[in-house]
C-alpha cells in the first residue's frame, strides 16, 4: 500500500516563514530602538534547491525513503509528490520499458498499482510453492473464462477445471520453487498482466505470463501460462 503523503502536520508553520522578534530599548533611553531579528526557520539545503535538482536527488530514494520524506513539512511533500520523481522511482524499481506512457492519474498512483500487482504475483508463486489449494481456489477469478497452462503443455479452461489441474499439480512428489527473475508489469483500470522468467533447480528454466483482473478493489488471476525455454530442443539456461 502506497504512504499517505497528504497529511499535514500540526503546529508546523510555513517553512519559509520568518519568525520576527521585537526588543525594546532600555528604560531612559533618548528613543525606545527596535531591532528587528530574522529568522529562517525549518530550511534544508535541500528546501533551497532548484526544483530540477531537487527531483534528481529524489531520484536516488526508495520507496519507503520518499515516503518519509513527503512526511516532513510541505515543502518536501510537495517536491516528494512530484511526478518526475516517482517516474524516476519506477523505472528504478521495475522497468523503462514504458517511458513514453502517460498513466491518467499520474506516475505516483501507477507506481502504486505496479507495486500492488508485483507483490500480488510473487503472493502467486508462494502459494504454489506451499501447495495451498484452499488459497489457490480464493486467487483466482470463478469464471468460465479463466484458463491455465501448465509445464507439461497441458491447458485447462474453467475455474472448475483450473482447480482441478493445481490440485493434480500440488500431489506431485517434487517442490516446486521457482526463482523469479526479469519482472515486468503492465497495469490498466481493471486488468494487468505481468511477464518473467522463472528458475527451478529440477526443472530448468521457464517463461511466464500471468493476467490478472481488478473485481471490487480485488485483483484476481485470470490467466497463467507456464513453458519451458526450448531451443534446438534443449533447455536454455538463464544466466
Known sequence: MLCDCT???SGEGDTWGKMTARVNGSVGSENSREVLVERQTGASMMEQLVPEITTHALSYLDFPSLCRLSMTNSLMRKAANDDNAWKALYHKDFTIEQDNLRPPNGWKAYYAATRAIVNINTEFFTLVKNRSLTAMSQFWLNADYVKCFHPTGESFTGYNAVMQSWQIEFGWENVVDFEIRDVKAR?????AWVTMNAYDIETGPHNVTNIYENHNGRWYMVH????PVLIHGGV???L
Open 7 to 9: 497529511g499535514e502536520q
Open 187 to 191: 497495469v490498466m483500470a481493471d486488468m
Open 224 to 227: 497463467h501460462h507456464i513453458s
Open 236 to 238: 536454455q539456461p538463464l
